[in-house]
């Protein structure tokens, strides 16, 4: 899913700090090659647009995003070290829908030697840019009003700022590493206070 893996380009980098997978153009180049087979099925076989004029515009989309998702695990602790200043709930929403307004509109397709239809994107422009920028968004509203919300968590780790997708309903962090190291600051905290 685009919109959960443009949230998750940030993360606690081990050190204390955040680290910005998307902070140049090689990172964007990467996510782009991770994020091919959802764009592609998305819209169709565009051309991708390069990572340099890509990186800034899914920067700040990933700002949106993360916002929709930290209003969406409320009343979860919010998120303790964000890439960007929380945005203001509706200022989030009227960007999201402008940026999905990009893609156009969903249109049925059925080839003749095709057992179902599909669906593809009427795109409104060609700006690569803005097709894929609207990708994403059109996932965000797709995730965000789908199925797999309830299961969208904020990781409660110290420093740790990703979303998961609990596959379990005893699965509290993000990932075993965050697990280990929780269990470990309890730990210490109970053993050195």
């Given at each position: 899913m685009l919109a959960l893996e443009l949230a998750a380009s940030v993360r606690h980098d081990g050190h204390g700090g955040l680290l910005d997978?998307?902070?140049?153009?090689?990172g964007v180049q990467a996510?782009?090659?991770r994020a091919a087979p959802s764009v592609t099925e998305i819209?169709?076989?565009?051309?991708?647009?390069?990572?340099?004029?890509?990186?800034p515009a899914l920067v700040d989309l990933r700002v949106v995003v993360r916002n929709l998702f930290a209003r969406a695990v409320r009343p979860a602790p919010p998120q303790r070290a964000e890439?960007?200043?929380?945005?203001?709930?509706?200022?989030?929403?009227?960007?999201?829908?402008?940026?999905?307004?990009?893609?156009?509109?969903?249109q049925l397709s059925w080839l003749d030697d095709a057992t179902a239809p599909t669906t593809t994107w009427s795109p409104r422009g060609s700006d690569p840019v803005r097709?894929?920028?609207?990708?994403?968004?059109?996932?965000?509203?797709?995730?965000l009003t789908g199925p797999d919300l309830v299961r969208l968590r904020a990781c409660p780790a110290a420093?740790?700022?990703?979303?998961?997708l609990q596959a379990d309903p005893r699965q509290t962090w993000c990932s075993p590493t965050c697990g280990n190291r929780e269990r470990v600051n309890r730990h210490y905290r109970r053993t050195n206070h």
């Open positions: 997978t998307l902070a140049d153009d090689a996510w782009l090659e819209l169709g076989r565009s051309a991708v647009p390069s990572p340099a004029a890509a990186g890439v960007a200043a929380p945005l203001d709930p509706d200022a989030a929403l009227r960007r999201l829908n402008r940026t999905a307004d990009y893609l156009g509109a969903p097709l894929l920028t609207g990708a994403v968004a059109r996932s965000a509203i797709d995730f420093r740790c700022v990703r979303y998961f």
